[in-house]
């Protein structure tokens, strides 16, 4: 096999299995080649993503030496994205009854989404996360997603406790956007105490389901460490949490509205993220 | 830049994005580089993948002649899958009351459904589908996947008509699983009279889901071209609906059995798919 082969082979591997630690001997087997051979591959794989910000490379020396690829979008291209889902967005015909925007046709796109979990990945690396939480049902792609590029188990928050869920915990909380108590549940076989968590939904208003989900995970002694939103209304401004990470802003949705006020978040990576 | 930098990136570049069409022109110009070079780049990225069975790489030739990477899961990983998915589910632990099985660790498994989407997207191929059908939870991953590996939108049917789908259709139907009458509903926006559709779901025992899906789409003229499912139960024998794609069986749940029988779809690619 040509050296090229083997590169080739080894970026589309790798980069299907984000955060996925490979050791050199499994490529050794695979190609039938020499761990010095195989060390060079590995060089020029990460210069060709490095390059063109493609994902990044990382490996580490010694005995039990490994190499993974971790995500990395480039700050070009979150902006693009972020500037066509609020292209999408500021279509009039979304507005619904009631202050609501539709928007599951985008929080069902897949390339959206995964593009989006690229951001939250980005952005929640180095948090040292055991899952991803989010709760049913328009969060699930992007929780997905982003917890695909952190090679993480997902946990999903269900409204109902299933009999398919086992033994739950429940929570009831007030929700800002539907005016009302709701109640939230968690299947204690998916989380174990004193872990950690990022929360990644598709929408915050007020923040009261963010809220509801922190709250129920330090029932089981597991902290937040991160939380992302893909949308987030500026109103109200004051939010029942404090530290979150939006995508995008959107303003109030006026039903007679002549415009549907949406903008990125300029800051999604600040430096202390680089 | 060097062949082999060209051809890594293209195969980073095309295996991201299942199914979605390049131009020649978009690779020349961003690698600078003439037509015949990136012709043979492509040829060459075409040969590592097939000889690896990592993925197929379709070209079209002519003026608007472009590439598109094909996801090709090989039969020898998608029956590791299988059996990495039966081997779980043996586990006595995932007894529930009621012949249930705990199966969201499975099911929010973001490399499991991945693959799984693999499996059903070499499936389902060539059924020209506009979407990928899901109704909410369980089997929104593994429907997600299959979209991303199709590059087709999703759609998910949702359990209560909430006020964020704007106008929607909704049925009632018998599930078996909960022996009662249940609802769905869809959002007239997520989909367009006289289309096709693939219906993915996680779980089916009589087949009652499927066939409302079936029934609701077939309200607005939408043909269902396809129905994959990760885990079917052998019980009942006689199901709602005929024609299906399995990727497990699951014999009946006793709560005092010492076992759980769980088996491999053995067939998951007979002749007329490869």
Same mark, same amino acid.
Request: glycine share 8%.
């Given at each position: 096999?040509?050296?090229?082969?083997?590169? #080739?082979?080894?970026?589309?591997?790798?980069?299907?299995?984000?955060?996925?630690?490979?050791?050199?001997?499994?490529?050794?087997?695979?190609?039938?080649?020499?761990?010095?051979?195989?060390?060079?591959?590995?060089?020029?794989?990460?210069?060709?993503?490095?390059?063109?910000?493609?994902?990044?490379?990382?490996?580490?020396?010694?005995?039990?030496?490994?190499?993974?690829?971790?995500?990395?979008?480039?700050?070009?291209?979150?902006?693009?994205?972020?500037?066509?889902?609020?292209?999408?967005?500021?279509?009039?015909?979304?507005?619904?009854?009631?202050?609501?925007?539709?928007?599951?046709?985008?929080?069902?796109?897949?390339?959206i989404v995964?593009?989006?979990?690229?951001?939250?990945?980005?952005?929640?690396?180095?948090?040292?996360?055991?899952?991803?939480?989010?709760?049913?049902?328009?969060?699930?792609?992007?929780?997905?997603?982003?917890?695909?590029?952190?090679?993480?188990?997902?946990?999903?928050?269900?409204?109902?406790?299933?009999?398919s869920?086992?033994?739950?915990?429940?929570?009831?909380?007030?929700?800002?956007?539907?005016?009302?108590?709701?109640?939230?549940?968690?299947?204690?076989?998916?989380?174990?105490?004193?872990?950690?968590?990022?929360?990644?939904?598709?929408?915050?208003?007020?923040?009261?389901?963010?809220?509801?989900?922190?709250?129920?995970?330090?029932?089981?002694?597991?902290?937040?460490?991160?939380?992302g939103?893909?949308?987030?209304?500026?109103?109200?401004?004051?939010?029942?949490?404090?530290?979150?990470?939006?995508?995008?802003?959107? #303003?109030?949705?006026?039903?007679?509205g002549?415009?549907?006020?949406?903008?990125?978040?300029?800051?999604?990576?600040?430096?202390?993220?680089?």
């Amino acid at each position: 096999m040509k050296r090229t082969e083997r590169v #080739g082979a080894i970026i589309r591997i790798l980069s299907e299995n984000p955060c996925k630690p490979y050791s050199l001997g499994y490529f050794c087997d695979l190609f039938s080649a020499a761990k010095s051979s195989i060390s060079e591959d590995i060089q020029t794989a990460k210069q060709i993503l490095a390059g063109m910000e493609l994902g990044i490379i990382e490996t580490t020396a010694g005995a039990g030496g490994g190499v993974r690829y971790v995500p990395h979008i480039s700050e070009k291209d979150a902006m693009e994205l972020l500037d066509h889902i609020c292209e999408k967005l500021r279509d009039k015909n979304r507005i619904l009854g009631g202050g609501f925007l539709y928007t599951s046709d985008l929080m069902f796109d897949s390339n959206i989404v995964k593009r989006a979990g690229e951001i939250f990945a980005r952005r929640f690396m180095h948090q040292n996360a055991d899952y991803v939480v989010t709760i049913e049902t328009k969060g699930i792609p992007v929780a997905l997603m982003t917890a695909h590029m952190l090679n993480l188990p997902l946990v999903v928050i269900r409204r109902e406790s299933k009999i398919s869920e086992g033994s739950t915990v429940s929570i009831n909380y007030f929700s800002g956007s539907t005016e009302r108590i709701q109640k939230m549940s968690i299947s204690k076989r998916a989380v174990t105490p004193g872990s950690r968590a990022i929360i990644i939904d598709d929408f915050m208003r007020a923040g009261g389901s963010i809220k509801g989900i922190s709250d129920m995970l330090s029932e089981f002694e597991i902290e937040n460490v991160g939380t992302g939103v893909v949308i987030a209304s500026t109103e109200p401004q004051k939010k029942k949490i404090q530290d979150y990470f939006p995508l995008i802003y959107l #303003g109030p949705v006026d039903e007679n509205g002549k415009t549907i006020e949406v903008f990125p978040n300029s800051l999604i990576f600040c430096k202390k993220d680089l």
